[in-house]
């Protein structure tokens, strides 16, 4: 029954992950770059300072992030600023190719990478057969969205995919997609390498719940240094800078709310990640990466639908779309089976 919980918290977090562009449809004038550096500070570095300090006991928190070992801190944010170029294209692939395939080709290569390569990098761990069935299963239907996207490329003429998604490029959007979810990867990289932080905060008497909050904290930092460093510069090329000062004051703050929802809701994805993990059983918890990126994929896939992504498609392309959602939500119970 824990791992059905796990997966539930799991699902809570990914709605709300899967959720976090909706809310810039409602950002005005703004460009790209600031709007999406905005919802960085919510998500990267307020976000995480406020989950861990609500949840680690007494206001202990600044004294965790002080007495963690500086090798898993300076590793958390290595690999954090790695995922920042992950998150930078992520966002960049659901520009030109929609929330739906955006998010399906880039979390499902995350799904892969970050579930097999820390059991294999790691000599304490190694790959179960459970392991590799599920991964293999969100793979499959991964594959299966993919080949949906494509027929529904096929057979919507240019003007109804720029209707759908207004800067389209396929070719582009694929590439910057696979850069992305090899990238992304590093993320649960950087939670492997910040379970001593995790020891740190339990002996202050955080719930177990609540363990992997500190370690969110140095991998935000790195992201947002990477993502900031990319945004300012084209603020400055394209002279977007001035968005922040001269869009007027009912603009900004409507800009400033969405783009902090947008954030917020993204956080909520690992914060509950890290609550789920810890009802999986020890020997399956590092198949809740997997578990999170399936279920952001089929979430995202729904609001691929209510926006329309998917209008003009077939009755065919539907059903494959469908039926690879299935194939992901059936993955995410495969850690139900007795090791």
């Known amino acids: 029954m824990s791992a059905m919980q796990g997966i539930l918290l799991m699902a809570i977090g990914s709605l709300g992950a899967s959720s976090f562009y909706v809310p810039f449809k409602k950002v005005k004038v703004w460009a790209w770059e ?28 600044f004294q965790v992030l ?23 294209t992520f966002g960049l692939s659901i520009r030109y190719l929609g929330v739906a395939l955006g998010q399906s080709i880039a979390l499902g290569l995350t799904a892969a990478f970050g579930t097999l390569v820390p059991p294999m990098v790691n000599p304490d761990s190694s790959l179960s057969w459970v392991l590799i069935l599920g991964v293999s299963i969100c793979v499959a239907g991964i594959a299966v969205i993919g080949y949906a996207g494509a027929l529904k490329n ?17 070719k582009k959007g694929i590439l910057i997609a696979i850069l992305a979810g090899v990238m992304s990867a590093c993320f649960n990289f950087g939670l492997e390498a910040g379970k001593p932080i995790e020891v740190v905060a339990q002996s202050y008497g955080t719930n177990s719940l609540f363990l992997k909050n500190p370690t969110l904290v140095f991998i935000l930092w790195g992201g947002f240094v990477t993502n900031a460093l990319y945004c300012f510069f084209l603020n400055i090329k394209k002279g977007t800078y001035r968005d922040y000062f001269q869009s007027g004051g009912k603009v900004f703050f409507n800009n400033l709310f969405f783009t902090f929802l947008a954030g917020f809701l993204w956080f909520l994805q690992f914060h509950f990640l890290g609550m ?44 494959l779309l469908v039926v690879g959602i299935i194939v992901l939500v059936a993955s995410t119970f495969v850690v139900n089976i007795p090791s």
């Open 276 to 319: 789920g993990q810890s009802k999986l059983p020890p020997e399956l918890s590092v198949y809740g990466w997997s578990i999170l990126m399936a279920l952001n994929i089929s979430f995202s896939n729904v609001w691929g639908i209510i926006l329309k992504e998917w209008k003009g498609a077939n009755r065919a392309t539907m059903v």
């Open 66 to 88: 002080a007495d963690a070992p500086d090798k898993p801190k300076w590793l958390a944010i290595m690999f954090g600023a790695l995922w920042g170029i992950g998150g930078l």
């Open 34 to 61: 600031s709007y999406w550096i905005m919802q960085g500070v919510a998500a990267w570095l307020v976000a995480p300072l406020l989950f861990a300090w609500f949840t680690i006991p007494d206001g202990a928190l």
């Open 154 to 170: 096929k057979s919507m003429t240019e003007e109804q995919r720029k209707a759908a998604v207004s800067e389209f490029a396929l």
